[in-house]
């Protein structure tokens, strides 16, 4: 059965830079599509970043635009999250999450089927 694993989040100062990691277990790894999704505590998850596995077709909310970028590793069924000109206000819970089917849109949390177990970025002033 397929896992997805996330790593290195950690604590930065505002400003700074972090590289998000997710890996894929499991020997037959096709999804439609990766994103990553964060959640603070007592608010909805909310869409971050995604691209498809295939096309390379990729999205990004607004929040991030211009300072994240999201990329994949062919080779080891890794996608990363590049995090720069990180922000007080990026602090979250980052997920990532596969989708196996195409559903049109990639920024909604119901589009995906498999979720990693969330990673920790806090950012200080």
């Known amino acids: 059965q397929v896992q997805l694993v996330e790593s290195g989040g950690g604590l930065v100062q505002a400003g700074g830079s972090l590289r998000l990691s997710c890996a894929a277990s499991?020997?037959?790894?096709?999804?439609?599509?990766m994103g990553w999704f964060r959640q603070v505590p007592g608010k909805e998850r909310e869409f971050v970043a995604a691209?498809?596995?295939?096309?390379?077709?990729?999205e990004y909310a607004d929040s991030v635009k211009g300072r994240f970028g999201i990329a994949r590793d062919n080779a080891e069924n890794t996608v990363y999250l590049q995090m720069n000109s990180l922000k007080p206000e990026d602090t979250a819970v980052y997920y990532c999450?596969?989708?196996?089917?195409?559903?049109?849109?990639?920024?909604?949390?119901?589009?995906?089927?498999?979720w990693g177990q969330g990673t920790q970025v806090t950012v200080s002033s």
């Open positions: 999450a596969a989708a196996f089917h195409n559903s049109g849109s990639l920024d909604r949390t119901p589009v995906y089927d498999l």
């Open positions: 499991g020997r037959t790894f096709n999804p439609y599509a």
């Open positions: 691209r498809t596995w295939s096309s390379s077709r990729t």
